[in-house]
């Protein structure tokens, strides 16, 4: 069975790099049939997709993030990881890595746990 | 503010018949398929509706979905306390070249 597990820092300070990994068990990220994707949460607040990411490596992200943020794949760690740089306030948020079975126009039907990530001096 | 717009909010009785909407537009709900999350307090999203009323394997078929042209509907029949929770819908936006999700409807059972 498929299991997603995100991991990093849960405090970052503003303007620093905020850096994610996902860990991907019971499946793998060259599968050439997936994409994976990042989506978070602010606190009490609603669902945003922040990117996508091929086996390959081909990348696709949210207009609004697009200049602050790098999706990867280490095909060898099995991982996924994201990087957003310049964090603000507002990026606090419940950071996820999910699998899109069928292409990026498909839905996501696995999940990670998530990871808090706040910003704070 | 997002582009698919859902309820904040719904609510309903044990053993009755709720549903949320899901309001977008030509690039996204409209020519797109629609997906449906629920996502009980303190844990990740999961897959309720997917392709607008296909339901994952161990989804109960009191979860429906459906779409008419920009908007899209999830109905939950024989509501049980224990469907208290929040519901997104998504879908594909052209514009956007990613998912985009509703603002989420927090359903309560009364």
């Known amino acids: 069975q498929l299991q997603l597990h995100e991991s990093g820092p849960g405090l970052v300070k503003p303007s620093e790099t905020l850096s994610l990994t996902c860990t991907v068990s019971g499946g793998s990220v060259s599968s050439s049939t997936y994409y994976w994707g990042w989506i978070r949460q602010p606190p009490g607040k609603g669902l945003d997709w922040i990117g996508d990411?091929?086996?390959?490596?081909?990348?696709y992200y949210n207009p609004s993030l697009n200049s602050r943020v790098t999706i990867s794949v280490d095909t060898s760690m099995n991982q996924l990881s994201l990087k957003l740089t310049s964090v603000t306030a507002a990026d606090t948020a419940v950071y996820y890595c999910a699998r899109h079975p069928y292409g990026r126009n498909s839905f996501f039907d696995s999940w990670g746990q998530g990871t808090l990530v706040t910003v704070s001096s | 503010q997002s582009v698919v717009t859902q309820p904040p909010s719904a609510s309903g009785t044990p053993g009755q018949r709720v549903t949320i909407s899901c309001s977008g537009s030509?690039?996204?709900?409209?020519?797109?398929?629609v997906n449906w999350y629920h996502q009980a307090p303190g844990t990740a999203p999961k897959l309720l509706i997917y392709?607008?009323?296909q339901r994952p394997s161990g989804v109960p078929d009191r979860f429906s979905g459906s779409k008419s042209g920009t908007s899209a509907s999830l109905a939950i029949s024989g509501l049980q306390s224990e469907d208290e929770a929040d519901y997104y819908c998504a879908a594909w936006d052209d514009t956007v070249n990613g998912v985009v999700f509703g603002g989420g409807t927090k359903l309560t059972v009364l």
């Open positions: 392709n607008q009323n």
């Open positions: 030509s690039y996204n709900v409209g020519t797109n398929t």
């Open positions: 990411i091929s086996y390959s490596g081909s990348t």
